[in-house]
């Protein structure tokens, strides 16, 4: 079983290779509409990339459900950006496992306001 709250304290830290180690060699994530990463080396490196445009992130969970080997969460995502100020998101992550490490990955939320 994955410890999602881990998971979650290691993005809200900005450690891409600890959320990176939640998949499998060669597991998928999609966020929002970008390319899917594939393989974990993609994860941690995509990862990376989406951290360097902003100061920081906080998840808040609304929701949790549990179907064979989806997993879905519903949350709140704050995030801090590179000009000082915050805006919060909704959002809704799928997660398809394999045993105790992800297979698949997708987060739905409209990043824009983070640029805006």
């Not at 290779?17 to 597991?27: D, I, Q, W, Y």
């Amino acid at each position: 079983m994955i410890d999602w709250k881990r998971v979650y304290q290691d993005v809200d830290r900005m450690d891409a290779k600890a959320f990176a180690s939640a998949f499998t060699e060669e597991g998928k994530m999609t966020f929002g509409n970008m390319p899917t990463l594939v393989g974990r080396t993609a994860v941690e490196q995509g990862t990376v990339g989406f951290y360097k445009t902003i100061k920081g992130l906080h998840h808040e969970f609304v929701g949790t459900w549990e179907h064979g080997d989806t997993v879905v969460h519903e949350f709140r995502t704050t995030y801090h950006r590179l000009d000082g100020k915050s805006v919060t998101i909704p959002a809704v992550t799928i997660f398809r496992l394999q045993g105790s490490k992800i297979r698949d990955g997708r987060v739905f939320y409209d990043p824009s306001p983070i640029y805006a």
